[in-house]
């Protein structure tokens, strides 16, 4: 046998042993184009990522996110990337992270993601058999109404409001301004907000184009500039069924990620054309704040947001503005 013959056989000894040795794993991942949509192309470096933790890393796309968390729960897949409003039965800490007025910067981003890299945070990310084991931030959500005159919190009393898979806050949101809020899902909110069929959605700039939002949009409507709250998704897993440090790796991995995804949302802002922005006063977004605030300590009031988690992105809003009325009674 030549030597050219000895190193290949030797390295494909090794290829198949380090093969052999792999944890083969699947996350059940929504995305809402598919396997070629958007979530899956961002999420394609963690595959090699993945093999360097000794996981064979296998991500299956579903357009139907309810389907998704179906069949995490039935086992179908190791771990599951949801929405937090889906993620927050597995874990409530983390599905609460995009608490309404919870997080309103880039800069209180970072330090809830800095957080939650901490190795101490894999307990605050941890429920029962299940664990958060990374948040992913999608970007502000903004208020996309088909009337660019519904630009107050006065002005959304009566207007149709787009509740996506039952969501807490917006439900009672709706409620609090005497909106009329109308169920959606994923395969549904674009259709009903295009058709006219509801007036207000709440929706990062990302969903512009990937949902063709300007059709709702139309020649009247508009996109509040207020950032209302920092949208999340949430891969979450089976904690006994991974290594035990995989989460400690991957909230470190969404450190290393949050530029790219910070210019991802930042370009996405920016190709949504200038005449759809409709610029809020500051007695406007004061409104919009009083409010939120009102959202999230009823839901606390009512278990549906984590206490913690509201303390936690409390105390990230009161380190950058300390003279903010809501700094003097925390939350």
């Not at 958060?132 to 996309?144: L, T």
């Not at 991995?253 to 995804?261: D, T």
């Not at 500051?282 to 919009?288: A, S």
Request: charged share 20%.
């Amino acid at each position: 046998m030549t030597a050219r013959n000895i190193l290949i056989t030797t390295l494909l000894i090794l290829f198949s042993n380090l093969t052999f040795a792999l944890e083969k794993k699947t996350i059940c991942t929504w995305d809402p184009v598919g396997k070629n949509g958007p979530v899956m192309t961002f999420y394609s470096d963690l595959k090699p990522k993945a093999i360097g933790w000794g996981i064979d890393l296998e991500l299956i796309a579903y357009t139907d996110e309810k389907v998704a968390a179906n069949d995490f729960k039935a086992g179908v897949c190791d771990g599951a990337h949801l929405s937090a409003i889906l993620s927050r039965q597995f874990v409530p800490f983390a599905g609460t992270l995009d608490a309404i007025g919870g997080i309103t910067s880039n800069e209180g981003l970072a330090k809830i993601i800095a957080t939650l890299s901490n190795p101490k945070a894999g307990k605050i990310m941890t429920n029962g058999p299940y664990e958060a084991v990374a948040a992913w931030p999608v970007g502000s959500m903004f208020a996309f109404v088909n009337d660019r005159n519904i630009d107050t919190v006065a002005e959304f009393s009566g207007k149709k409001i787009s509740v996506l898979n039952e969501d807490p806050q917006i439900l009672k949101l709706a409620n609090m301004v005497g909106a009329s809020p109308v169920g959606t899902s994923l395969a549904t909110f674009s259709g009903q907000f295009n058709n006219g069929n509801i007036d207000i959605l709440f929706m990062p700039a990302l969903a512009y184009n990937t949902f063709e939002l300007y059709h709702g949009l139309g020649e009247k409507g508009g996109i509040l500039d207020h950032q209302m709250y920092y949208g999340m998704l949430q891969t979450i897993t089976k904690k006994d069924q991974w290594p035990a440090d995989f989460g400690d790796k991957m909230r470190k991995y969404i450190v290393g990620r949050l530029a790219a995804i910070n210019k991802l949302v930042a370009d996405a802002e920016k190709e949504i054309p200038s005449k759809y922005w409709v610029r809020t006063d500051d007695k406007t977004k004061n409104e919009f704040i009083k409010l939120s605030r009102e959202v999230r300590l009823a839901l606390k009031t009512e278990g549906k947001m984590d206490a913690k988690a509201l303390k936690l992105l409390w105390k990230i809003r009161c380190a950058e503005n300390a003279g903010a009325s809501e700094c003097s009674t925390p939350e």
